[in-house]
């Protein structure tokens, strides 16, 4: 199978926007980040039903690469990746400084893969299996959530379930990716629903996804996506 | 897992009010060296329930690696013996194979290969 096809792509000049007023050494760095993140190995069986196709490394390096350069959300902290798959993001913030990562997913399969992905890159990220809606964590240590949560084309209302718990844990910051076609309902959950003191949309990047019903003809779908950064 | 995740997690079944802290079966553990970073661990003392971590530390086998009272953070500022002990005790020891079980249940949540798996039954929800 091309794995290729289930990555995410990125079109458009939004995301060079969020760089633009970086200098030359933040783009090498930038370029390192998402090289490593290249050799990252993804779901070998995506399941459908649990949304699983990953943060491709040009988004996952420029997404955890703003965190961090622009809001000083990532290097020092504690840092979680709810539904994090094989561990692209919470690794990218390892990379990035992070001195403690979490990574939280239902599914054992993806974990193995990214615990091997964390010894691969030679970092250390905690890997906890749970279904994030019914996650218990006790006192405020995490600082920051970064997620790429199900868009809930699956399990309806999960994107906001996701949302909910991260303003509950994180402290600090959220990073988030949302169907921009939800932004105005995202922006009003989280400011009136789950008390967000503030919901920024960073910019608008284009997803492929794999298909998701059977209706779709085509193998994948191109979307429209926000990355948000919410502060809890 | 280490055992800062452990001081965070907590048995979230339906209707338990005393799912904390969960007691720590630890079957095999490694240590890993990682980079000392005082601000780091300054600044996440005040969040750690001590006398979870002292419990943690233990079933590891390191009964003297904490103090059983919590110190003062003004202590933490100066001792530098005891701020690594606590570096040692929260980031460098990865539980492999064990289980986390629940102190008001007594339900097991399994690690394996370093996962806690923290998923509930169909009825526990
Ligand atoms: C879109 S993928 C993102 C994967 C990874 N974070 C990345 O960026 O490459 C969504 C992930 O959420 C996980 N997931 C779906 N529902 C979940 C739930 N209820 N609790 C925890 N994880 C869930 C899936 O297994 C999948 O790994």
Redesign the pocket.
């Known amino acids: 199978m091309n794995f290729e096809l289930w990555g995410v792509s990125i079109r458009g000049r939004n995301s060079s926007r969020v760089l633009a007023h970086e200098g030359f050494i933040f783009e090498m760095k930038l370029k390192q980040l998402e090289g490593l993140l290249g050799s990252i190995q ?2 070998p069986n995506p ?1 459908l039903e ?6 491709g490394p040009h988004i ?1 390096s420029r997404l955890v690469y703003t965190a961090e350069n622009t809001f000083g959300d990532v290097n020092g902290k504690v840092v979680a ?10 690794i990218a913030g390892a990379l990035m400084g992070a001195d403690y990562i979490m990574g ?4 054992s399969q ?1 974990l193995e893969t990214a615990s091997q992905n964390v010894e691969l890159i030679e970092v250390d990220m905690d890997l906890i299996q ?4 019914n996650l218990a964590l006790r006192g405020q240590v995490i600082n920051t959530v970064i ?5 809930g084309t699956r ?1 309806k209302g ?1 994107d906001a ?2 949302l909910s718990v991260a303003l509950k844990v994180a402290s600090q910051a959220v990073y988030s990716l949302h169907k921009t076609s939800t932004r105005e309902h995202i922006k009003r959950i989280a400011l009136r629903d789950f008390n967000a003191k503030s919901a920024e949309v960073l910019c608008e990047l284009r997803f492929d996804v794999p298909k998701m019903y059977k209706f779709h003809k085509k193998k994948e779908v191109d979307i429209a996506v926000d990355l948000w950064r919410f502060v809890p | 897992m280490r055992l800062l995740t452990h001081n965070m997690l907590a048995c979230n079944i339906k209707g338990v009010t005393n799912g904390y802290p969960l007691r720590l079966e630890a079957e095999k553990w490694v240590e890993k060296e990682v980079d000392f970073n005082a601000d780091f661990l300054r600044g996440v003392f005040p969040k750690i329930d001590w006398p979870a971590l002292v419990g943690a530390a233990r079933a590891l086998g390191f009964h003297d690696l904490l103090p059983v009272d919590a110190p003062d953070p003004s202590v933490l500022a100066s001792d530098d013996e005891l701020l690594r002990r606590f570096h040692r005790a929260l980031l460098q020891l990865h539980v492999e194979e064990g289980g986390l079980v629940c102190p008001e249940t007594s339900r097991r949540f399994p690690i394996n290969k370093g996962i806690p798996n923290m998923l509930l039954h169909e009825d526990e929800v």
């Open positions: 993804q779901f399941k649990l949304e699983q196709y990953p943060t996952a990746d709810f539904g994090c798959g094989c561990g692209t993001l919470g939280f997913d239902v599914d993806s749970c279904n994030v809606k997620m790429n949560p199900p868009f399990q999960i379930e996701f």
